[in-house]
């Protein structure tokens, strides 16, 4: 009896370490500027890609995008709620993902995007780029859950 619950908290611990080292999560967002924490986004699987959702501001709670492109569907909708990732394509070992675009609500502008799990699954770097990679930028994003 003893064995068989050792043998549950080690495999329970294994899927919880395992599920922390992937790009699916929530995560908090840091404003570069500042260091103050700007959102939470959750990431998760949909019909086999990956998409990222605000699903709190901290900030500025009813902000719309009003910059999003005039035939972009999240123009004038609320940013808390809203898609920002989409289409993601994640590694088999689900440690970081690319192909797909990411939002910056801010400008309306939609970038090429790549995720890679950082620190133990502590922590996201999410770059975006236009064109190559090379000329992007990365924030990093806290695990949340």
């Known amino acids: 009896m003893k064995q068989f619950i050792l043998l549950a ?7 919880n ?14 404003d570069d500027k500042t260091g103050e924490a700007k959102s939470l986004v959750k990431i998760y699987k949909f019909k086999g890609a990956y998409y990222g959702k ?4 901290f900030l500025t709670p009813d ?9 972009d569907y999240r123009r004038g909708k609320k940013v808390n709620g809203m898609f920002v990732i989409s289409k993601m394509k994640a590694s088999k070992d689900l440690k970081s993902a690319k192909g797909g ?4 609500p ?8 790549t995720l890679k799990v950082a ?26 859950k």
């Open 17 to 30: 370490t395992y599920a922390q080292s992937t790009i699916v999560g929530t995560w908090k967002t840091i």
């Open 106 to 113: 801010k400008s309306g502008s939609i970038y090429g995007c």
């Open 119 to 144: 620190e133990k699954g502590k922590k996201l770097k999410v770059r975006g780029f236009k064109g190559i990679s090379a000329l992007g930028r990365t924030q990093t994003w806290i695990r949340v």
């Open 63 to 71: 902000v719309v995008c009003e910059k999003c492109g005039k035939k």
């Open 9 to 15: 908290l080690l495999s329970t611990f294994a899927i």
């Open 101 to 104: 675009t990411i939002l910056d």
């Open 54 to 57: 605000v699903v709190k501001l």
